[in-house]
């Protein structure tokens, strides 16, 4: 009777395996994913930042995500001014203090600091056969910023699950309370006046709307190819509230390109993006993967992107792998994008120095090593360096600012440590 | 000759150009695939587009902060002050 009913237990969880159905142990697991990641630019930005990632089988074929990340960063960032031949002195975003910049260096704002705590929810729940449902909640709090988002997405598989659609739409809720308050915008920064930068207001706000289609194809039994096509409308407050634009002189003389005053810059309040991306995966004869992405960007301020994305992971033996990777990127210059202004001329309405928005390349080349032989015990190691470059030296440069860097490159460590296993 | 470009309807035509090209991938895509019993290799956890998530978390943080675009692959918030 013992016997039969061990025979009736082991038949059971065999045909349970055979049909794909998870066991009572498999309900009560939980796919840990952690990482690590330090970044850091030199004189510039360090941030670290540690992710715990949870994922659970709730029943057959849906599951729950969650996700927690912190992020904290110090150091400095460029405030969009011009370097002078003289001592600068600026006002912190405060307001309350002050900061001094060398002569012929880049100004660069020293209170930059923060740190993020962000929380997201995953809900993956199959409602036909041959549809899935996705839902997402996501929450981001940090000094001055504080985020809400939440999103619906639907997979359809057709074509015996060869080819799947998706379509999906976000809405996402910020709200801005810039250090000391936003500054006027197109006003100017002088740390000799009391006050000295005027304020509109305390707290902004924005809102993100994204729409998102895409397919997946499986093309035959080793590659497969993705196509998304997402638009995007933000719509508020999209000023950087600490970048500045310098206002330099442009009589003829010793003092051209001196900077005479500093004033806060002024971004269009709507913005449209568009993108299509694309990706190719295969793995090959001798089970290495490659994989190739390519997205085009485009949007009503004028920016246009390309970014390139290779990987090809290198199996080697008893689970281990090595993964060069490597990412191009460039970009146009938004249209109310300038390196400085003239003294004398109209100020324009809406303008901007912030150097991510002007015309630059950005290469990433980076190598992952791992172990992913044990889904109870998956890690890895990446190292990547991130360089970002535009024009130093533009045409429209005049006086002493002919002999200054006006676009400094950004180079970048990144070090991320993941480790992987079920609980 | 002066020539005014605006940005705003230089937009429009660039998304009607993207519409199309992604109509015209989607049709292609057509006709190709496999057999149930074809889907090993597709089975693999690495073969997943979406394998490797908190690298491409982490990769979309970075790049969201340091440059002017974002998403595609997912949506384009970035959820975070940095840009």
Known sequence: MQLKRKLTGALSLASCSLLGLPTAQAESQWDIETAVMYYS??????????????????????????????????????????????????????????????????????????????????????????????????????????????????????????????????????????????????????????????????????????LLLGVTQIIDRSSLVQFNLSLSLADGYLNDPYKLVSVVDS???????????????????????????????????????????????????????????????????????????????????????????LDGDAIPGTVTADYRLGELTTQTIGVKFGYSGNKNNNWSIRLERYTQSGESHPDVAIGQLVNQNLYPDVDATIIQFNYAFLW | MITIINPVSSFHRRFQYLALVSVLLLASCSGLGVKPWQRDIHAQQEMAMDADSLDIAVDAHIYFSKEASSGGQGFAGGGCGCN
């Not at chain 1, 074929?61 to 001592?87: C, R, Y």
């Not at chain 1, 002569?103 to 705590?117: G, I, K, S, V, Y």
């Open chain 1, 251 to 341: 009589t003829a003389g010793p003092n051209e390109g001196e900077p005479v005053d500093q004033i806060y810059e002024n971004r269009p309040d709507t913005r449209q993006r568009s993108a299509l991306y694309s990706r190719y995966k295969k793995q090959l004869t001798n089970r290495d993967i490659f994989s190739i992405s390519y997205r085009f960007m485009s949007d009503d301020w004028g920016i246009d992107s390309h970014t390139v994305d290779v990987s090809y992971r290198w199996r080697l033996n008893n689970g281990y792998f090595i993964q060069p990777g490597i990412r191009y990127y460039e970009q146009s210059a938004a249209h109310f994008y300038r390196y400085f202004l």
């Open chain 1, 41 to 210: 630019e030199k004189d510039r930005v360090t941030a670290i930042e540690p992710i715990l990632g949870m994922k659970k089988e709730l029943s057959d074929d849906e599951f729950l995500k969650l996700k927690f990340t912190l992020d904290s960063l110090t150091g400095a960032s460029a405030s969009g001014a011009v370097p002078s031949t003289q001592v600068q002195t600026f006002s912190t975003p405060s307001g309350n203090d002050t900061y001094v910049v060398a002569a012929n260096e880049t100004p660069l704002d020293p209170t930059f600091f923060d740190t993020r705590a962000q929380f997201s929810l995953g809900w993956d729940k199959p409602i036909k056969r041959t549809l899935r449902r996705n839902l997402g909640f996501n929450i981001s709090k940090e000094y001055d910023f504080t985020s809400i988002a939440g999103n619906a997405s639907w997979t359809w598989d057709t074509n015996l699950r060869n080819t799947s659609y998706t379509i999906g739409a976000n809405i996402e809720l910020d709200w801005i309370e810039p250090e000391g308050g936003a500054p006027l915008p197109l006003s100017s920064q002088d740390p000799d006046s009391s006050p000295p930068i005027l304020r509109d207001g305390d707290s902004k706000q924005k809102q993100v709307y994204d």
